[in-house]
């Protein structure tokens, strides 16, 4: 058991170090990469939905998002309701979200080599600790699967539509 904790935990830093490091590139820490990815897929935000989304503190965005406007990834704009400000990506930060995103080609050529059978068993693995993990209120689903394409919010919850489960609810901002 502590050997299969082991390699999770050891999966999941390689993982972090490689947003870090794409992030870094940029002069970006790994939660402003994170905001440049949903900024990427979503288009705009306010910035209280991206502290709900990426499960931080409105302030920690907002003080995330003020470094990317004076590093000239984002920018501030009226959103469709003229009473709401959003954020959207600049080019140069659209580019660097892009160049960010390049980790998950990297990591799609690795899980290639992995037979139909062997990516089936990941992904149901996966999924069910994922799952077990939200169940128990140890991770929030936005920030354990920020920028999946599969996420998809119905109300105040939260779907998977890769496992095929609800992830549980919506959390107001801290």
């Given amino acids: 058991m502590e050997r299969t904790v082991d390699i999770i935990l050891a999966f999941s830093n390689a993982l972090w170090r490689l947003l870090a490091e794409a992030s870094k590139k ?3 820490s790994p939660l402003q990469g994170q905001i440049a990815l949903y900024l990427a897929k979503r288009g705009e935000a306010s910035v209280t939905q991206i502290a709900r989304e990426l499960a931080v503190s409105i302030s920690t965005a907002s003080e995330s998002l003020k470094s990317m406007i004076k590093l000239g990834y984002v920018e501030v704009a009226r959103g469709r ?18 160049e960010i995103s390049s980790i998950y080609d990297a990591l799609s050529v690795v899980v290639s080599r992995l037979n139909y059978a ?51 609810r919506a959390t107001a901002p801290r």
């Fill in 81 to 98: 309701d003229k009473r709401v400000k959003v954020v959207r990506l600049t080019e140069a930060g659209r580019r660097a979200a892009e």
């Fill in 26 to 28: 940029h002069g970006l």
């Fill in 118 to 168: 062997e990516r089936a068993l990941l992904h149901m693995l996966y999924a069910k600790i994922v799952g077990e993990l939200i169940d128990r209120g140890l991770i929030e689903t936005p920030r354990a699967c920020v920028g999946c394409q599969f996420l998809d919010k119905a109300g105040e919850l939260y779907i998977c539509r890769l496992a095929e489960r609800p992830l549980g």
